[in-house]
């Protein structure tokens, strides 16, 4: 694979192929990331929604299973202050469902959370020392990325507009990921709320790329070897892809989120703040088409989906996150491992014949 006119990735991770598996928070597991990477890729595994024990267990797992460079992604999000008010208000707002469904509305909500990475996320990297540590959301604080670059890890973070990749690059990211408004999950967003001014991921990629040194990876409706080559065509290194490794058995899927990925039409996406607070893009579902996929009585990030959880026991598919990038009607059912090489080798033949 020595032909791709950008080794730069390849160079800096140590890996053969520019396929950099998305770390799909809930959806991934270890055996994703060991595929993915042992295929020669990038395998990544998600600890948002790990606890720093089942953090470990997973690392531990992974290194015994593969000699290869994997990545380990972290949330650096600020935990929002309590408001009771607000919380109230929402759970009022989803009181029709709890009546309709049989759900005990006076029940305590329960918590909905996302780990930020803090000191003791940091000490199980200092044990385990993966080649690759990503962050989503910005940076944490120089301490704490100080002592991750001290492992000898390279640094990414994903970008959503120009501003923000030139942040990550003076603050110490050694490749910046390109997120287009496309791809599915949350945002990266994290110098502005305002979701006008997120980018489609072919006008992003080249305006990054011209505006960093680093490295550019494109990350956004890249479902097959053809937005592999567009992306490097616009001066991508590689590519990070998602949504398309939900269809490999190495992905937990519940069965609604399965079906909706089957099934939805190609335009049944839209950004979403109901189910965390913070914009992330899924297809649509009934609570989502009812509230409106904004809702702005959605508590702050991460705490907005307390309150859907028990919903979530009655009417799974109607109340859950079906995160999905718009390119979802292009995956693909085959293992990790065959996905990671196929992208590689149809993408890099399409980029031959040019």
């Excluded at 991934?28 to 990331?33: C, D, G, P, R």
């Amino acid at each position: 694979m020595s032909q791709w006119p950008d080794t730069r990735i390849l160079d800096l991770f140590r890996i053969e192929l520019p396929i950099i598996q998305a770390p799909l928070a809930g959806a991934t597991t270890s055996a994703m990331v060991i595929a993915a990477s042992n295929a020669g890729g990038l395998g990544s595994m998600p600890a948002a929604m790990l606890s720093i024990e089942q953090l470990r267990e997973e690392l531990k797992t992974i290194r015994q299973h593969t000699q290869r460079p994997f990545n380990v992604n972290f949330f650096c999000h600020q935990p929002p202050p309590p408001d009771e008010q607000r919380a109230r208000d929402w759970k009022n707002l989803l009181e029709p469902y709890y009546r309709e469904l049989g759900v005990d509305f006076d029940a305590p909500t329960p918590v909905s959370n996302r780990a930020p990475f803090d000191n003791a996320a940091c000490e199980v990297l200092e044990e385990f020392r993966p080649e690759v540590v990503s962050f989503h959301f910005g940076l944490p604080e120089k301490s704490l990325l100080d002592r991750v670059k001290a492992t000898g890890a390279k640094i990414l973070s994903s970008a959503t507009t120009v501003e923000e990749a030139v942040w990550l690059e003076q603050h110490g990211c050694d490749a910046i990921i390109a997120m287009g408004y496309e791809a599915g999950g949350h945002r990266g967003m994290f110098l502005s709320n305002d979701l006008s001014s997120q980018v489609g991921t072919f006008a992003l990629v080249p305006q990054i790329v011209d505006a960093v040194n680093v490295p550019v990876i494109a990350a956004g409706g890249i479902g097959d070897a053809r937005g592999v080559a567009a992306a490097f065509l616009l001066g991508a290194s590689a590519v990070q892809v998602g949504t398309a490794y939900l269809f490999t058995p190495e992905a937990k899927v519940s069965a609604s989120h399965q079906k909706a990925l089957r099934t939805a039409k190609e335009s049944e996406t839209a950004i979403t703040n109901i189910f965390t607070g913070r914009p992330a893009r899924g297809i649509l579902n009934r609570v989502m088409r009812e509230l409106g996929p904004m809702c702005d009585k959605a508590p702050a990030f991460p705490l907005a989906g307390g309150a859907l959880m028990p919903l979530r026991t009655k009417g799974e598919a109607d109340f859950s996150n079906l995160w999905a990038g718009q390119a979802f009607t292009l995956g693909v059912e085959m293992t990790s491992a065959e996905l990671t090489r196929r992208l590689a080798e149809e993408g890099l033949a399409k980029l031959v014949r040019q």
